[in-house]
Structure formats: structure tokens, C-alpha cells
């Protein structure tokens, strides 16, 4: 599968952004998907993420805050952030994996395919 990320931006904080995935090559309703960031120096975290199920799982930094969801028929993941702050600012990468298990769909390294990151700023 190929993912394109998009939507990134400079938000005030307080503000909401809406990123988008765009993925390809097979059915989207196969593979779990997640939203990661990471910010600069720091490593690659998990953020979210939805499964076949459409069950949802969020990091408590962004639990109520962000939401996870995924439109089949476009083959599209959506990670809605609202009351954006300024810790938020990371390039923000969406993956997917077919055969992941529950207690690693934290890790980053559980996932085998991502897309390009997109920059998300939120300035104070």
C-alpha cells in the first residue's frame, strides 16, 4: 500500500487542523492504521489509531482532543486535532499494517508501510 499525507500547517494555538491519508493499492478496510509524530530530535510517537473493527485508540497526550476515523470508499484516513498546543508541533507520518497485534500498535517499528511526513506548527 502507498500513503500520502497531507494537510499539515501553521495553527495558532488553541486552533484546529485536519490531516489527511491517502492510501492506495489495496482495500482499506485490510489494514490497521495509525497516525505517528515526531518532533525535532525527539523519536517517532504513536498518536492514533484505527482498526478494521473501526475501533480507535489515541496516546493519552491527544486522547479527546484528536480524532482518528477513515472513509473506506476513498480510501482516506482523517486524524481531526482540535485545541491544538504548541507540544503538538511535529511532522506527522500516517502507517498501516495488515497483521498487527494489539499490544504493538504503539511502536512504531509494528508497522510496514508509511507515508511522508506532513508539518504541523502550532505556534503560542
Known amino acids: 500500500v502507498q500513503l500520502q499525507a497531507s494537510g499539515g500547517g501553521l495553527v495558532q494555538a488553541g486552533g484546529s487542523l485536519k490531516l489527511s491519508c491517502a492510501a492506495s493499492g489495496r482495500t482499506l478496510s485490510r489494514w490497521i492504521m495509525g497516525w505517528f509524530r515526531q518532533a525535532p530530535g525527539k523519536e517517532r510517537v504513536f498518536v492514533a489509531s484505527i482498526w478494521r473493527s473501526g475501533t480507535t485508540y489515541y496516546s493519552d497526550s491527544v486522547k479527546g482532543r484528536f480524532t482518528i476515523s477513515r472513509d473506506g470508499a476513498k480510501s482516506m484516513v482523517y486524524l481531526q486535532m482540535d485545541s491544538l498546543k504548541p507540544e503538538d508541533t511535529a511532522l506527522y507520518y500516517c502507517?498501516?499494517?495488515?497483521?498487527?497485534?494489539?499490544?504493538?500498535?504503539?511502536?512504531?517499528?509494528?508497522?510496514?508501510?508509511w507515508g511522508q511526513g506532513t508539518l504541523v506548527t502550532v505556534s503560542s
Open positions: 502507517a498501516a499494517d495488515s497483521d498487527l497485534i494489539f499490544s504493538s500498535q504503539s511502536r512504531a517499528s509494528s508497522y510496514d508501510y
